[in-house]
């Protein structure tokens, strides 16, 4: 099973086909190997996300997807090459139950796979009490689907970088959401709780492998960037891992989203 999550910033966009070079997701979804993709930040609502996709679920793949709450932001998607077993939208019981950011799909062969996109947050603000309310309900399922004893991978943008090999200008951020100490905690816990960060299993030495650079400057050139998008696997998963890459750019022009795809290879 091969896993892939991107966040597409914005699913209507990401579409487009920018230049003869640069032809967008719907070129990237046409060639890529992958038998699981989630999306984040799709910002459409069903319709629109149905519309955006077309080419590509006439062509086989299977849709679930959970739009957002309020117009333009948020919304998970993600797509099959085979049937869901089970959909569940939402974290359910909770105040982000319909808030486009969690959606979890049983697959026929055993497998959990949830699409997750954590608020960005802002330091002492409602929005990092938001973000932090969310982080608690998340953890709270994360728990129960541990405890399920299923094979299970949650993957999206977290919006933490969980070390200082996860952003390179890690000492300019640390008073900063994406980087806090509370933040990186809450991963670690975690971690420590038996969920499995399998990218850097695979890259334990270094900086990187990043998934987000701005559109600004020179973030892209430069690889200046965070790694905030994530697989969390239960360690039965995690133990099948034989691969994971990000699939960055060739160059700035080449482009669709200001993040990058992020692979992972399970074996059976």
């Not at 669709?256 to 992020?262: L, M």
């Given at each position: 099973m091969i896993v892939t999550t991107i966040n597409v910033n914005g699913?209507?966009?990401?579409v487009r086909e920018r230049s003869t070079d640069n032809l967008g997701l719907l070129a990237w979804l046409a060639e890529t190997a992958a038998d699981v993709v989630c999306l984040q930040e799709t910002r459409a609502d069903d319709a629109q996300l149905a519309e955006?996709?077309?080419?590509?679920?006439g062509n086989g793949w299977h849709l679930a997807s959970a739009e957002p709450h309020l117009r333009g932001r948020s919304g998970v998607a993600i797509l099959s090459r085979t049937p869901f077993a089970e959909v569940r939208i939402g974290l359910s019981a909770t105040e982000f139950e319909n808030h486009?950011?969690?959606?979890?799909?049983d697959l026929p062969g055993g497998a959990t796979v949830c699409s997750l996109y954590v608020p960005s947050g802002e330091a002492g603000t409602d929005r990092q009490a938001e973000k932090e309310r969310f982080m608690a309900a998340l953890a709270t399922r994360m728990a129960e689907l541990a405890a399920d004893g299923r094979p299970a991978?949650?993957?999206g943008d977290w919006n933490i970088a969980h070390t200082e090999n996860d952003i390179k200008a890690w000492k300019a951020n640390v008073k900063k959401a994406g980087f806090l100490p509370s933040e990186r905690q809450w991963l670690t816990d975690l971690m420590d709780a038996g969920w499995v960060d399998v990218?850097?299993?695979?890259?334990?030495?270094?900086?990187?492998?990043?998934?987000?650079?701005?559109w600004r400057g020179k973030a892209f050139d430069n690889d200046a960037g965070w790694r905030i998008d994530y697989h969390l696997a239960t360690e039965s998963l995690a133990g099948r891992v034989h691969a994971a890459r990000v699939e960055k750019p060739q160059a700035y022009?080449?482009?669709?989203?200001?993040?990058?795809?992020?692979?992972?290879?399970?074996?059976d």
């Open positions: 699913v209507r966009a990401a955006a996709l077309a080419p590509v679920l486009g950011r969690y959606l979890e799909v991978v949650v993957c990218v850097r299993g695979l890259h334990p030495d270094g900086p990187g492998p990043y998934s987000w650079w701005s022009a080449l482009r669709w989203s200001d993040h990058a795809p992020v692979t992972v290879e399970f074996g």
